[in-house]
């Protein structure tokens, strides 16, 4: 016994290192199988004890195990610590579905009903989770003396929910992340076309799409653009730790369309729901999308009577033709359900929405393809996208052919009146105005465009 300990000894020295690595990992096999260690493995045995104790002092001291730090420390442990690593469980996350809830989404991370339950009474005292948004992800984290929770609030904003191994009370805490923001300002003219004076103005393509967001109710973006049209714009650009951009928000923002301006400022109401509104506390929002595409050229506008392209003889066309390129995607302009979805003689393939309004409904013809889960009877929401633009049908190139229909009957769709969702709650208008008035003040003071007149 007193010989095997010393050969083993006196081989530390030189190649040692390696080899009593082997050693000790060949000894946490041979105690995983509950073996006796054989004589020879005693300091061995002594070097995984103190190891032990040292992560156990770690934990204790409540700082996270860390190799790095731990291995300039003392070398040796370097090889030891995925020890430790191995233990926890890859994460798992899931991501929110529209209409899905924190129940389901942590039973689905493998939770039964009576913990999902504890947790979400834990997280109550932080942030409740009936708050939760579809998009967002939970994550869980398996490790050896503890069980995490994430839930990501925002960019910047994390939920954690946690217990320990050896117990069944959940804790919970927020963090954030160390967001640096920049205000900018941005203002141009358009003479070609909007991405075009967006990247002149200093604004990625996210951002110009944004603007286009906040102003879709009230502006066709796809066919009233014309040249002389200008914006401005402030936003907001974060940063994360690393000084990478992580997003953009725009916090006020103007558009002169054909001399008509719309002014729009961004304001998170008491409830915690951000919206846009008008300077004056009206919704942005509508129930119809001003267009269903998002960017092309007109092709054909709203008339009465027109010579056929395909036919060649007159006939009435009661519609608005988008002419964009085959794939683009359609958007339902506002919510309904749907009550035909299929081929339909010169349309070719067609999808009609009835609305809330069940006395108005859109019409959408010559489609490539409708999108996933796109059927008959099938409920949809303002702004999602139910196909793509194609030729199906009587077509001579590919476009949109849209139209509105009061019971039943084409209409121009300029007729339409557009009633507003609703404005900033009377009780809050002082709040908005106290929130929104600095960001209007910048927004007009904003050094001009040499064309802002
Ligand atoms: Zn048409």
């Known amino acids: 016994m007193s010989e095997a300990f010393h050969r083993d000894f006196s081989e530390r020295s030189g190649n040692a290192r390696v080899r009593s690595l082997r050693a000790r990992r060949k000894h946490r096999k041979s105690t995983n199988r509950l073996s006796i260690p054989a004589p020879g493995w005693f300091p061995v045995a002594g070097a995984a004890i103190g190891f032990a104790l040292i992560l156990m002092l770690v934990s204790v001291a409540g700082k996270p195990v860390d190799a790095r730090v731990s291995a300039d420390q003392e070398e040796w442990l370097a090889a030891e610590l995925p020890l430790a690593v191995e233990v926890g469980t890859a994460p798992r996350r899931t991501v929110l579905k529209p209409g899905d809830n924190s129940q389901a989404a942590l039973q689905r991370l493998g939770f039964d009903p009576m913990t999902v339950q504890r947790i979400i009474k834990a997280a109550g005292k932080v942030y409740p989770l009936a708050r939760v948004r579809a998009g967002h992800t939970f994550e869980r984290m398996d490790h050896a ?107 006020a923002a103007e558009f002169v369309n054909q001399g008509r301006h719309y002014k729009a400022v961004r304001y998170e109401q008491q409830n915690g729901r951000t919206h846009y509104f008008t300077p004056d506390g009206k919704s942005m929002r509508k129930a119809y999308l001003k267009a269903p595409v998002k960017f092309s050229r007109i092709s054909s506008r709203f008339q009465a009577r027109r010579k056929h392209p395909v036919l060649g003889y007159t006939r009435a066309h009661r519609g608005v033709d988008y002419a964009a390129p085959s794939g683009t995607p359609i958007h339902a302009i506002g919510d309904g359900r749907i009550v035909f979805a299929g081929w339909k003689g010169g349309y070719g393939r067609f999808l009609l929405i009835r609305h809330t309004n069940s006395s108005h409904s859109t019409a959408y013809a010559h489609m490539r393809a409708f999108a996933r889960g796109i059927k008959k009877g099938k409920r949809v929401h303002q702004g999602r996208i139910i196909g793509y633009v194609g030729m199906t049908g009587l077509a001579t190139g590919p476009h949109l052919h849209f139209e509105f229909r009061l019971r039943g009957r084409a209409v121009n769709p300029l007729t339409i009146k557009r009633s507003p969702a609703r404005p900033v709650a009377r009780v809050e208008m002082a709040r908005f105005r106290q929130q929104t008035a600095p960001l209007l003040s910048h927004l007009d003071n904003m050094p001009a465009d040499p064309a802002w007149g």
Not at 204 to 220: G, Q
């Open 145 to 251: 003396r503890n069980i995490d929770v994430y839930y990501h609030v925002d960019a910047t904003t994390r939920l954690r929910l946690w217990r320990r191994a050896d117990s069944q009370t959940w804790q919970a805490s927020l963090s954030q992340r160390r967001i640096t923001r920049r205000q900018h300002v941005a203002s141009a003219t358009i003479e070609g076309s909007l991405l075009a004076a967006a990247a002149r103005a200093g604004l990625d393509d996210r951002t110009a799409m944004n603007l286009v967001d906040i102003f879709s109710w009230d502006i066709d973006f796809a066919r009233d653009i014309r040249k002389g049209d200008r914006f401005r714009v402030l936003y907001e650009e974060q940063f994360d730790e690393n000084g990478k951009s992580i997003g953009s928000v725009i916090l």
